[in-house]
T-cell receptor, first 117, second 109 residues
Framework: GAVVSQHPSRVICKSGTSVKIECRSLDFQATTMFWYRQFPKKSLMLMATSNEGSKATYEQGVEKDKFLINHASLTLSTLTVTSAHPEDSSFYIC?????????????FGPGTRLTVL | GQNIDQPTEMTATEGAIVQINCTYQTSGFNGLFWYQQHAGEAPTFLSYNVLDGLEEKGRFSSFLSRSKGYSYLLLKELQMKDSASYLCAPMDSNYQLIWGAGTKLIIKP
């Protein structure tokens, strides 16, 4: 099946620094990728839709200047958390749409756990 | 608005059967997904229903009633490794998945 990877899997950083998270589709091309964040015991929240070759589409309430998204190629999207603060600590997950048999589904990356001190 | 309702937590015994219910309200409907999520990991795809009825896949089955805005995930012959959160995610008219908080399933020996 299709595989989506994320790097790093875990990052700890100081408040005020920027952190870049990479999402790669390993064996298929993804013109669109999705970025989610998940707080403990809470649902996945869609942050933005990353579009190859054009600007990302952000969900209401998500600061585009704080969460920079770049979809550099058909297999790579990056999320940069700029000037990170402790409240940005969360589990960030990316996904890419694909097909499993006849079903349109989402392939999720393993997630990146960000801890901001 | 869009809304997903699932029980927060359920407990079941190893070897038994458990049914996790989900009711939803979405703007349009393009099918419903069930995902499994182990603690600290990303969700993994379990099933997809777009037509009414029961879809069986091994130990897991999923049911959909579009008119009632209702789905359930049925897990048979429960194993300890089935302890996880189960996420019901309908897809709206924009093909966007709407996520609830999931149901935490605890399996006891």
């Amino acid at each position: 099946g299709a595989v989506v990877s994320q790097h790093p899997s875990r990052v700890i950083c100081k408040s005020g620094t920027s952190v870049k998270i990479e999402c790669r589709s390993l064996d298929f091309q993804a013109t669109t990728m999705f970025w989610y964040r998940q707080f403990p015991k809470k649902s996945l929240m869609l942050m933005a839709t990353s579009n190859e070759g054009s600007k990302a589409t952000y969900e209401q309430g998500v600061e585009k200047d704080k969460f920079l998204i770049n979809h550099a190629s058909l297999t790579l999207s990056t999320l940069t958390v700029t000037s990170a603060h402790p409240e940005d600590s969360s589990f960030y997950i990316c996904s890419a749409p694909g097909v499993a048999g006849d079903i349109d589904t989402q392939y999720f990356g393993p997630g990146t756990r960000l801890t901001v001190l | 608005g869009q809304n997903i309702d699932q029980p927060t937590e359920m407990t079941a015994t190893e070897g038994a059967i458990v049914q996790i219910n989900c009711t939803y309200q979405t703007s349009g409907f393009n099918g419903l997904f069930w995902y499994q999520q182990h603690a600290g990991e990303a969700p993994t795809f379990l099933s997809y229903n777009v037509l009414d009825g029961l879809e069986e896949k091994g130990r897991f089955s999923s049911f959909l009633s579009r008119s009632k805005g209702y789905s359930y995930l049925l897990l048979k012959e429960l194993q300890m490794k089935d302890s996880a959160s189960y996420l019901c995610a309908p897809m709206d008219s924009n093909y966007q998945l709407i996520w609830g908080a999931g149901t935490k399933l605890i399996i006891k020996p």
